[in-house]
């Protein structure tokens, strides 16, 4: 591990200063013998957290994937269960591919949901989990343990959660338990129990819109409370705090607020979609990714991290620069939040992740998304000129 | 004027052959001397076409400007107005480093709104006519004379149309004729009778939405049949298409196919948008554009219309490859039908208006949005690896 000194730099748009790393973290003063790299004047922020993705589904690397899917949510989950036969998509190596190209944008974490299924079994989870070890030092990756094909419809589904919990795989999953599983009690039950047992917390795809979709989330409150898991569950998606009728919505964030709920936006441009300054102004802790990366569901998205919080800013009509600042925050320490990240930041004694960036100031840094000039990881280059120091498959 | 052999090009994602150019135009056969260029196997696409944007009012080359303006349509419009004088911009110089911008990208046809107030006068439409002249042969730039600060609620205005249209302008532009005027028959009245005088077509800003936006639509098309302007109508935003009431909104729209209005959309993802499988479905033309780049509205934009196909794809859902496919389309030849483009596309004859894009389909193209290998106007290589050949001010 080499100590730096970061020379020129402005950490986070302020003026110009070095900063110094030791032994990994950000330091108040210069080890001996540390490397100066010269920053030419440029932003540094902290590493971008993406969180929210699925590694083990990309099909980067591979020839381009004629989609003629059908229009349904289920059209694309059937699909995707059999292209994956079909193409033998190997999770193992996808999921490198795509967590190396998000460390050339400047990653340093991600939050990944992963397929659990009684097609696949478990060999998404054990793929990505090679990934994560493989890529130790470079970016850290933490598994969510998914059902992506329902849990309570496929009866062995819980058992091979219950499996990958045990494995390591860090947070319980879920998805749309009224709209996949058509059972939201069971679905709730279930995951909660399984949280409950393995001390690890919730993260669940909420797609459902409108009032199906409060009804779900309010399940999800009640569970919450009665669990103790205040401070422990994430909402992602949440297209229903994006409904017209924003009274209900109001009344319902004030609850989600209380309950220490966290919400990870993908910031879509045609669904609906939870106003981040809302939840911002209440204290909800909020995070963003970048969904699926080419993948069986749709052609789009890269992994860069500063285009999705120009996603957020578009979406949310954020145009002012205090505005443009607050997207770029959920893109970096409002994710890092929601996974209870430790030592995140540019203040000495955290990590020394960071991402030295293009323009005079953090809302062109967004705008501009040029490609990263230096990304660090615990005080190690992992990319330079948006180009990623270790080689993909 | 170079002869050209584009080898090994893929026309629209077709196998490889090789396409001529002879004086300008695509060829069936090539020219005694003509210089070979090799393009590797990647797709060639006609042009890109910018059917809206606002080339006198970009920020683009300048300090970064911090936005603090207020949310309100009238906010910006004042609060540009003001800052066009405290920063001294010149559209001459802003409108040719938009333009020269927008070539790096693949794009060969700009339609520009310019602003015209008694304030600043015609300074916006001589400044882009200047770097219409200059850039002649790199970028052919059409010009609408916009009344961004409203036309009737100030006197003189529509007297510096008149003479803007005069000068060599060739659209009649208008906005929200309820919403800034406050008086859609006055307005209408005036830019349908501007059209008439000049024997010109007409290009109308529509913000308006909802039921409002419907009102304003249905005295367009009062006004279209009455002037036999059919085919020579194109709104802008009709945001008020994307409206919920889709039963109100196929209607309206059944209307506008019957009397030939064209749509320009810029796919925003915080406003109500029509949606574009709808209006291809009835044979409404429908382009695309960037909207204003980098300004005092918002710090977003960069010209690239490969992008903007995205931003259309990601705001109307589509996934599939032949969606995104039409989503290129509307960037492309959609474009080139609004503003009624003579001798467009890659067919023997057609003006050598072309980008070379990466990508193995031309859902690829738009999905990586990559820096463009080459792009030629008139048979002229005018960028190169995404680099324009033409040095901006």
Known sequence: ????????????????????????????????????????????????????????KSLLGLPWYRNEVGPRLIDKIDNERAVKVSLGLDPRVQSERQALQSVAYGTTHIRSHVDVDTHH?????????????????????????????GMITRPGTVELMDEALSMGVEVVGGLDPCGIDRDPRAHLDAIFGLAEKHGKPIDIHLHEQGALGWFSMEEILTRTRAHGMQGQVTVSHAFCLGAPDRAAVAALQEQLAEARIHIVTTAPASAPVPAVKELHALGILTGAGSDGIR???????????????????????????????????????????????????????????????????????????????????????????????????
């Open 121 to 149: 079994g478990l060999a998404g989870v054990e793929g990505v989990m090679a990934t994560r070890e493989k890529l130790a030092g470079i970016v850290d990756i933490e598994i969510v343990a998914f059902p992506q094909s």
């Open 295 to 393: 993948d069986t569901w749709g052609p789009y998205g890269n992994g860069d991290m500063l285009e999705r919080a120009m996603f957020v800013g578009l979406r949310n009509n954020l145009r002012r620069d205090d505005e443009v600042e607050l997207a770029l925050d959920i893109c970096t320490a409002g994710g890092a939040a929601v996974m209870g990240l430790d030592g995140y930041g540019l203040a000495p004694g955290c990590h020394a992740d960071a991402v030295l960036v293009e323009g005079e100031t953090l809302a062109e840094a967004v705008a501009l998304r040029a490609p990263r000039k230096l990304v660090l990881k615990g005080g190690r280059v992992t990319a330079q000129d948006g180009k990623c120091l270790t080689e993909a498959p």
């Open 1 to 56: 591990m080499t100590d730096l000194i970061l020379k020129n730099v402005r950490p986070m748009g302020a003026p110009a200063t070095d900063l110094n790393v030791t032994a990994g973290r950000f330091a108040e003063s210069a080890a001996a013998g540390a490397e100066t790299i010269d920053c030419g004047g440029r932003i540094l922020i902290p590493g971008l957290v993406e969180a929210h993705t699925h590694l083990d």
